[in-house]
C-alpha cells in the first residue's frame, strides 16, 4: 500500500501559479501510476492529470491542458502538479490518487484506490 499526502495549496491570484505536492510512503511508490482529481465545492470531483509509474505517459483534462503539469520524483516519492495561470474555476480541494494494476492510464475516480486528504487552492478574481 501507499500513503499519501498533498501540500502546496494555498490562496493565489488568477493568472498566478501554484505547486502542488504529493508526498508517498513506502518503498514501492515507483510502481504506481499517480494522478491529480480535484472537487470544487457542490461539484462531483473531477480528474485533473495522471501519469504512468515511469513519467513516459500523460494525460490532461482539457481544462487544464496547456496550463498544468504533472510530474514525478521516484527517488523522492513525491509527484507534483505545477499550475500556472490559474483561473478563479480552478479553486477547488486537489487530490492526489494512486493506482499499482492499471494497463492503460484513467480518468476515472474509481479506477485509484489510494487517495490523499486534499490540500485547497484558491484563485481570487
Known amino acids: 500500500q501507499v500513503q499519501l499526502v498533498e501540500s502546496g495549496g494555498g490562496l493565489v491570484q488568477a493568472g498566478g501559479s501554484l505547486r502542488l505536492s504529493c508526498a508517498g510512503s513506502?518503498?514501492?511508490?515507483?510502481?504506481?501510476?499517480m494522478a491529480w482529481f480535484r472537487q470544487a465545492p457542490g461539484k462531483e470531483r473531477e480528474f485533473v492529470a495522471a501519469?504512468?509509474?515511469?513519467?513516459?505517459?500523460?494525460i490532461y483534462a482539457d481544462s487544464v491542458k496547456g496550463r498544468f503539469i504533472i510530474s514525478r520524483d521516484n527517488a523522492k516519492n513525491t509527484a507534483y502538479l505545477q499550475m500556472r495561470s490559474l483561473r478563479p474555476e480552478d479553486t477547488a480541494v486537489y487530490y492526489c490518487?494512486?493506482?499499482?494494476?492499471?494497463?492503460?492510464?484513467?480518468?476515472?475516480?474509481?479506477?485509484?484506490?489510494?487517495w490523499g486528504p486534499g490540500t485547497q487552492v484558491t484563485v481570487s478574481s
Open positions: 513506502g518503498r514501492t511508490f515507483s510502481d504506481y501510476a
Open positions: 490518487a494512486a493506482d499499482r494494476t492499471m494497463q492503460r492510464l484513467s480518468r476515472e475516480r474509481g479506477m485509484y484506490p489510494y
Open positions: 501519469m504512468t509509474w515511469s513519467g513516459a505517459a500523460t
